[in-house]
């Protein structure tokens, strides 16, 4: 069963919206409205099925998810990686039922949101429906670089490249450092990921480390000249549309300040 718990003070979905769209201390607060008590998943249970009805939407605030389908002999193939302050199924509200399965990677906190309530919030204020949005056109912009990533990276570029955006994804929503973030994959994952055998994983993880470009330990993710992994993998992040940097000065008081606003 499900344990449900408290959300913890620092509001990532605040953190990350902030980056795609201004906002100001009403939607903040709004925002901060849709945290409710989450529950908490075991690694590989699902939170969305394939078909299943939509009741409302899932926001990840705690932990790592991932989505994926299966193909017709039971392979999996991992299309995108959620991580705090990332909804999950947005899109529900309009096509209904999801086409593919989203499952935590991690211990994970998830806040079950109902429809009405997104639904109060895009027709309340378009600023805060502008900020939507973003997030779900952000979604499927990564969506557009993995597979270019897939499509047309060697494999040794394919890992540098996601760990670039594992990094900046994570210091968007203060979950990181300037060098260093969770990285919470195994390597057979990395290799759903990347379309390449869990051997082939191994050998350039090994050569990335021997290469001083990456140092993976106790489940981080170590990168000691984040412009030299960049420049090996051509690492652009201009498909994640971030209108602020992480590191420029930002409002986290005031989203605290909004957060002690909910109901």
């Known amino acids: 069963m499900d344990a449900f718990v408290a959300i913890p003070r620092s509001n990532p979905l605040i953190r990350k919206l902030r980056h795609g769209v201004d906002l100001d201390d009403g939607d903040r607060a709004l925002l901060a409205g849709l945290f409710r008590p989450g529950r908490t998943l075991e690694p590989q249970q ?8 939509a009741a409302g939407v899932h926001l990840v605030v705690e932990g790592f998810a991932f989505r994926y389908k299966l193909v017709g002999d039971g392979r999996r193939q991992i299309l995108g990686l959620l991580m705090p302050g990332d909804f999950c199924d947005l899109q529900s509200i309009v096509l209904g039922p999801s086409d593919h399965y989203i499952a935590a990677l991690t211990a994970c906190t998830v806040v079950d949101v109902p429809q009405d309530k ?3 919030l895009v027709f309340r204020d378009s600023r805060l429906a502008r900020a939507l949005w973003w997030a779900t056109l952000v979604d499927e912009s990564i969506l557009r670089e993995w597979l270019a990533n897939m499509g047309q990276r060697a494999a040794d570029r394919r890992i540098a490249h996601l760990f ?5 994804r994570q210091q968007i929503v203060g979950a990181a450092g300037p060098n260093d973030c969770a990285m919470p994959m195994t390597q057979p994952m990395l290799a759903d990921i990347l379309g390449i055998t869990t051997i082939h994983v191994s050998r350039i993880l ?15 993710l170590h990168v000691p000249d984040v412009g030299r992994l960049r420049a090996f993998c051509d690492f652009d992040p201009t498909y994640l549309h971030l209108i ?3 590191g420029e000065e930002d409002e986290a008081g005031a989203s605290m300040a909004g957060e002690r606003r909910r109901p």
């Not at 670039?164 to 900046?168: G, K, P, Q, S, Y």
């Not at 090994?206 to 981080?220: F, K, W």
Request: net charge neutral; aromatic share 0%.
């Open 46 to 53: 699902d939170i969305v099925r394939a078909g299943e009805p």
């Open 118 to 120: 997104v639904d109060s």
């Open 164 to 168: 670039c955006e594992l990094l900046l």
């Open 206 to 220: 090994r050569d990335l480390r021997s290469e001083g470009l990456v140092r993976l330990q106790d489940r981080r």
């Open 244 to 246: 602020r940097q992480p």
